[in-house]
């Protein structure tokens, strides 16, 4: 089974406060991707990339990064953390179209619930 | 851009009650269509996917969706829903042929009354 693992299932930062997110992935997926989760909103994407060392911006970017230095690792960092990016963040990845099975389909991490105060 | 509308928040239903959850989308060109679903405390995972052929896909535990070109529609229905079917239900699109970026609906949480 594909698996994502996401490193922090809770986190409380402080305002200003420099956060970083890890996802990993085992199988070798060419696309990941972050999403936040908030009530009412659904998922709305914020980065994804395709390869190493390539992204792309989402929905809404503003306020984050990403770093993707390995296949297998996607990072999202925000800079200085504000309360407005209290939510759930899901990491997911998948095969690039047609090189796998599975292919155009979204495994998705647990998630990791962050509370700025 | 692609988008998609799940117009209920919310569905509560008598277990053993048939349920629909409702999906429209907007695009201008040809998409692939998903239901993702989302147990308590748990991420997204795939419940049902439409690609192409058959209009008519299914899931293993009993819930099935239609493709309507028509009415760019995706709805999902499961003809008696289980306690266990509680959980929340996304809607989701992509672009066939494009980078697979996947746009969601706002979900539609289905609570199964004993």
């Known amino acids: 089974d594909v698996k994502v693992t996401q490193s922090s299932r809770y986190l409380v930062k402080r305002t200003g406060e420099k956060v970083f997110l890890e996802c990993v992935q085992d199988m070798d997926h060419e696309n990941m991707f972050w999403y936040r989760q908030d009530p009412g909103l659904g998922l709305r994407l914020i980065y994804f990339s395709y390869d190493v060392k390539m992204k792309e911006k989402g929905d809404i970017p503003e306020g984050y990064s990403v770093s993707r230095e390995k296949k297998e690792r996607f990072s999202l960092i925000l800079e200085s953390a504000s309360t407005n990016q209290t939510s759930m963040y899901l990491c997911?990845?998948?095969?690039?179209?047609?090189?796998?099975?599975?292919?155009?389909?979204?495994?998705f991490g647990a998630g990791s619930r962050l509370t700025v105060l | 851009a692609q988008s998609v509308t799940q117009l209920d928040s919310q569905v509560p239903v008598f277990e053993e009650a048939p349920v629909e959850l409702r999906c429209n989308y907007s695009s201008s060109v040809s998409v692939y269509l998903f239901w993702y679903v989302q147990y308590p405390n748990q991420g997204l995972q795939l419940l049902l996917k439409y690609l192409s052929g058959s209009t008519l896909v299914e899931s293993i535990n009993g819930f099935e969706a239609e493709f309507n070109k028509s009415q760019t529609s995706f709805h999902l229905r499961k003809p008696s829903v289980h306690i266990s079917d509680t959980a929340e239900y996304f809607c989701a699109v992509m672009i066939s042929g494009g980078y697979q970026k996947v746009t969601f609906g706002t979900g539609t949480k289905l609570q199964v009354i004993p």
């Open positions: 997911a990845s998948s095969p690039r179209t047609g090189a796998k099975p599975g292919a155009n389909v979204l495994t």
